[in-house]
């Protein structure tokens, strides 16, 4: 493994995750304080799920067209320019448009992990990606720390300088130390908007392959719900990400007005969160699912979350840092452990010769709730500061219930996609 390239591009992507946790916790109050309702709360923490979702199959092709490099140095500068106009940002316009180019920026993931492949073997490609994620929950350990004291002390503009400066960083390293990984890739021209068939047919416009990607999706679709316990996992992957993103949102609004939390202090939560996150998918997760089993840590997760989602608005004003830490450490521990173990059962019960589809498709499902999430926080929030808390909980009732009807499932018995087409 080329070991210089990779360690420069973890740290970018670290920084990168850094500057985004430093924003994250505080874009709610500062929106609600700009005259935001609660459906433009929703859009702004939206519009960033948005634009990751469109443009990172962009960044990735770009990246095996012109090159691994120039698209990741394009989208870091698109990322420390979002941020010095976060730090101006004074209306609710340009609001949207600083975290709409933040999300247009930090797309890059599906680059970086390509980059990722080009310089790994086989044998160390796991543990490398692993390193991204392990980038992720440090990101969001580190920022809304240093996001939530800058903000107490100094306000919002220091907040955006800040993280601009740490993704300058992050894009003179990459500037110095970044080499090209893609050796096939072509010069920097407008060639990419163009793809070549294999079949030798003339070259098209890449807009004309959008029918073709929609009867894809629609066949995975279609795959994913010829086995029962593929289409359950797949909406429990649905509604329990709406719960966690839906809830997430609320909570941060909530500290502020209800329990009288400080921007600082909403950034100590975050990092304790993450704490227990890294704590149980970093080291544990892997010895208890060999002592309890994958099926049983799910449903045990369901029910942690239910408990850390449930009761948090129905815990005394004055008890955040008491009561309302016990809760939010079920909360850590639950999302911890049915988020990834959601995404191996999927792996698990896919049929052997179809799982990048089905991988693929439970990337989009996930996608889409981070995107809906944001808006049905923010508006039941508006409406009854107990609602989202009451729906999260709900939603993760109903995720208990499906975790519980997938224990009768045999994994061995889905190699054919006719196995379970009941």
Partial sequence: MKRSPLVILL???LLDLIGFGIVLPLLPT???ALGANPFMIGLIAAIFSIMQFIFSPIW???????GRRPVMLISIFLTALSYVMLAQ???????????GLSGMGSANIAAAQAYITDVTDSKSRSGAMGMIGAAFGIGFIIGPVVGGVLKHNYG?????YVAASLILIDFVLAIFL??????NAQKISFAFLKRSPDNGEPKQPLLTSLAQKTQAYSESVRLVFSSRPLALLMIVNFIYTIAIVNMQLASILLWKEYFGATDQQIGYIFAYVGVWSVVVQGGL????????????LFLWGHVFTFI????VPFAPQNSLFSIGLVILFFFAIGTSLVAPINLSMISLYSYKQKQGQIMGLSQSVNSFARIMGPFSGSILYGMNFHAPYIVAGALTVVGAIIALKLFKYNIDALDQPKADAA
């Fill in 11 to 13: 740290l970018t992507v």
């Fill in 30 to 32: 500062y929106a609600k």
């Fill in 60 to 66: 990735g092709k770009l990246s095996d067209n012109i």
């Fill in 89 to 99: 940002a004074t209306t609710i316009p340009l609001l949207i448009f600083a975290r």
């Fill in 156 to 160: 919002i503009e220091m907040v955006g």
């Fill in 178 to 183: 970044l080499p090209e990984s893609n050796k």
């Fill in 285 to 296: 997760i892997g010895k208890l699912i060999k002592k309890f089993g994958e099926h049983n």
């Fill in 308 to 311: 850390g989602v449930f009761f």
